[in-house]
């Protein structure tokens, strides 16, 4: 499995999205794991974290509109996109938190908002 981020889409301005994303156990499990979003020609940016424990926090540019959660039961870690704007328009990665170079990205998600 690796990592595959997965529930991108097109939507609307003030519209919502999930994002999952199924990884390895060898990465996801008693780590710390991050969404990082990348958008047309900028730096990928750290979107949100967890620890396996649970506790979170997120960039001041999505607070209060994005939640990551885990289930530690089937590896996945989730993404809720609420109140979504234009400017949230990116590629969407899971990865451990700090990156970890021996898995890679993997193909991302897109999702695109409409104004």
């Known amino acids: 499995v690796q990592l595959q981020a997965s529930g991108g889409g097109l939507v609307q301005a003030g519209g919502s999205l999930r994002l999952s994303c199924a990884a390895s156990?060898?990465?996801?499990?008693?780590?710390?794991m991050a969404w990082y979003r990348r958008a047309p020609g900028q730096e990928r940016e750290l979107v949100a974290t967890i620890t396996a424990g649970g506790t979170t926090d997120y960039a001041d540019s999505v607070k209060g509109r994005f939640t990551i959660t885990r289930d530690n039961a089937v590896n996945t870690v989730y993404l809720q996109l609420n109140s979504l704007k234009p400017e949230d328009t990116a590629v969407y990665y899971c990865?451990?938190?700090?990156?970890?170079?021996?898995?890679?990205w993997g193909q991302g998600t897109q999702v695109t908002v409409s104004s």
């Open positions: 156990m060898s990465i996801f499990r008693h780590r710390s």
């Open positions: 990865q451990a938190w700090p990156y970890d170079a021996l898995y890679g």
